[in-house]
């Protein structure tokens, strides 16, 4: 497979290392990703003095990146990651520079023989550059607390030339490094397994296929840091942390082969739950954030995943999850609900995962019908694993609200012919938009009157069905709008959470449209954060995570997918 580095990061499995063009200026980076998404990523601009840039070429597959002259074959820089936090370059015929990017106290000082420690102050990393082969030179003056102009030339031999580039914290491990065949050849190896542990259909969407399969394996990074579990990153574009929510959908399509991975998306959350039950937002190696707390979806993720393998079943893992999944239950019962005979509120659009959706144009706090559809369903399922695991008090608990969660759900927030959200502040009903967060009680249909969940599927199909699948706000709105993020645009999550609850309760054929309007979009706008519903073009980022993972778990779950023209 063969991509833009513009729209789609070129990295491995597990690193904090990655390269990326930008798209506005072509300029080409060298980037670490240590901190999350609000520290600065770019550290090295990369260029090849004596050529224009716009001579040069480049060819990223996923596991080798290749800038070259056009036109001459001789004269090229070879990229690979070989260890999580290594880069090795091989340069021929041309040299490369590495200008830094860095702040005032940033130093670039001689390690050892062909070697330079260069320290980011501010990321608190170090690189190491050492050159096994041609020459390399460090540029930069030091201007009192720090190296300014600071860069590494590396320039080719006869024969050519060959460094390495290592990512650490505090200290260099000393060690020689291996060919840069010899890494390549690894890599390759190594990325095969993982591509075809991926689900697929022989000669089915096999572009889009590959480019899912690789951002599922290219946006992981390791373990460092408050991080203890390999996790997946919503993008190594822009959007480089992990939310307790897109978890779960990375998860799905790994619990299949790799349960164990799958089971290190949620459970990277188990060790960092707050005492109040509430799972940070997100997560980074460097820190977590508490100041908004998505859905509890989790114990619906974890029941799919025992579904798709064994490994879930065994009972130390099944009570880990059990409790910490309880924990989350209880935060919302307890803390969220703030009056007798309320619902649980969410008090941001952030909360809800949909930042912007019209439910909350009219303010904060809310009460929407979708977040005690989650929560409902996610008591209905503890209910369940209590009784496996033999706690009867626990399993009379969970029932007993869950059904009063639902009684109150009917009584607040179904108006007798559709569910409505209200503000806390006033008791009044939210007026603003036609939002597809309030028909989210889908997931709940199971306990619903036929005849209301009959309806809210008539709606469904009549007022946000489009070409593209289910639109975040009825095209008929006055608060549409195009590239809207949460205000029409087609989302992997809530297209998966949706075709779910519909085959669930008999829906099938309904279910079976949306997932095939949704792997149509991959050609049209690649692995995008959300997609625009009537055209299909990608919005925001081009390589998320979990899109990729939902696009792959649809094709294992409709093994009989045709590709549509």
Not at 83 to 90: F, G, I, P, S
Not at 91 to 103: D, E, N, Q
Not at 495 to 518: H, P, Q, S, V, W
Request: charged content about 25%; proline content about 5%.
């Amino acid at each position: 497979m063969r991509f833009d580095i513009s729209k789609i990061p070129f990295s491995r499995f597990g690193s904090y290392f990655v390269i990326s063009e930008e798209e506005s200026s072509g300029r080409w980076y060298l980037r670490d990703l240590h901190g999350g998404d609000e520290a600065v990523s770019n550290i090295y601009e990369i260029s090849f003095p004596g050529t224009e840039s716009s001579s040069i070429e480049v060819e990223a597959t996923e596991t080798l990146l290749v800038f070259r002259q056009k036109e001459e074959e001789n004269k090229r820089v070879d990229l690979v990651f070989g260890e999580e936090n290594t880069v090795h370059m091989e340069f021929t015929g041309m040299p490369v520079y590495l200008k830094a990017l860095g702040g005032k106290y940033d130093s670039l000082v001689p390690y050892g023989t062909n070697q330079w420690e260069h320290t980011l102050y501010s990321k608190e990393r170090r690189i190491l550059f050492t050159v096994v082969k041609g020459k390399g030179e460090s540029r930069g003056t030091w201007k009192m607390t720090g190296t300014e102009g600071a860069g590494m030339l590396f320039t080719p031999e006869e024969e050519g030339g060959y460094a390495v580039l290592e990512n650490y914290r505090t200290v260099w491990k000393k060690k020689e490094y291996p060919s840069f065949d010899k890494v390549w050849k690894g890599l390759k190896e190594e990325y095969g397994r993982w591509k075809t542990s991926m689900p697929h259909i022989p000669g089915v969407y096999e572009e889009e296929t590959a480019l899912a399969s690789y951002l599922s394996w290219a946006n992981f990074i390791g373990m460092e840091g408050v991080l203890k579990e390999p996790s997946m990153y919503s993008s190594k574009n822009w959007m480089f942390n992990i939310w307790s929510w897109d978890n779960c959908f990375s998860a799905l399509p790994l619990s299949d082969k790799q349960p164990e991975l799958a089971y290190s998306q949620l459970k990277v959350f188990y060790g960092i739950q707050d005492a109040s039950g509430c799972y940070p937002d997100y997560v980074n190696d460097k820190f977590y954030s508490y100041s908004c707390c998505k859905p509890p979806i989790h114990a619906w993720t974890f029941q799919k995943m025992r579904r798709n393998n064994p490994y879930f079943e065994e009972k130390g893992r099944l009570a880990e999850s059990y409790e910490s999944f309880k924990r989350v239950a209880e935060y919302w019962v307890n803390w969220r609900i703030k009056r007798v005979g309320a619902l649980p509120e969410y008090n941001h659009g952030n909360d809800s995962g949909w930042d912007n959706a019209s439910v909350f144009h009219q303010g904060v706090p809310v009460e929407s019908p979708d977040l005690t559809a989650y929560l409902i369903r996610q008591l209905d399922i503890l209910s369940g694993m209590a009784e496996e695991l033999g706690k009867e008090e626990d399993q009379k608990y969970l029932k007993e609200t869950a059904d009063s969660l639902f009684d109150t759900l009917m009584k607040r927030l179904y108006n007798g012919r559709k569910f409505i959200a209200r503000l806390v502040v006033n008791g009044q009903p939210v007026t603003q938009g036609d939002s597809l967060l309030l028909y989210l009680p889908v997931v709940i249909g199971y306990r619903l009157p036929k005849e209301i969940l009959d309806r809210m599927v008539l709606d469904l199909e009549e007022r946000f069905e489009a070409a593209y699948g289910l639109c975040t706000e009825s095209l008929t709105s006055p608060c549409y709008k195009e590239g809207g993020y949460w205000l029409g645009p087609v989302w992997a999550p809530v297209t998966y959470i949706m075709l779910d609850a519909l085959r669930e309760n008999g829906y099938e054929g309904f279910a079976r449209r949306l997932a095939e309007k949704f792997v149509r979009l991959a050609p049209i706008g690649l692995m995008a954060e959300n997609y625009d519903p009537v055209s299909g073009k990608g919005y925001d980022d081009p390589a998320f995570s979990w899109t990729s993972c939902v696009f792959l778990q649809l094709l294992k779950e409709y093994p009989d997918m045709e590709e549509k023209e």
